[in-house]
């Protein structure tokens, strides 16, 4: 599976139906994918539509969340909240947006406080890669 080739080869091959998408050690492959497949085949990854512009892709741990309205932070709607043990994943939905962002932050994050489905949630990724 991909996570036990990333903890044990000094170089991995990610291919996609017989076509090799990139070469690397995993490091470099996991921050520096070449592309959306090798992105989302490498972990669980969020899709943020920018328009004609493209997108932005980010992981659920590299979201800032904040229940104030903050400059450069996508406002979302709370669809749901899933305590995870040491951590909460939060599911948003960006209006105009088909796919959920899912965001991963600790169990006592400020922005969780009395947290309820249906609420607005203001979010930013801290590191993404734009396609």
């Known amino acids: 599976d991909q996570e036990e080739a990333m903890e044990v080869a000094d170089r991995i091959v990610v291919m996609n139906k017989g076509v090799i998408e990139q070469i690397g050690s995993p490091g470099e492959v996991y921050e520096n994918p070449s592309n959306d497949f090798v992105y989302h ?57 088909s796919e959920l962002i899912e965001a991963e932050v600790v169990k006592d994050h400020d922005s969780l406080v009395g947290l309820a489905k249906g609420e607005t949630l203001f979010f930013k990724p801290k590191v993404w890669q734009k396609l």
């Not at 932005?56 to 669809?79: C, G, N, T, W």
């Open 41 to 97: 085949f490498l972990g669980d990854s969020n899709r943020l539509s920018l328009g004609e512009e493209g997108h932005l892709l980010f992981r659920p741990h590299e979201v800032s969340l904040s229940r104030q309205e903050i400059e450069d932070h996508h406002a979302a709607e709370v669809r749901d909240i899933r305590p995870l043990g040491a951590t909460t994943r939060v599911t948003l939905k960006v209006e105009g947006q």
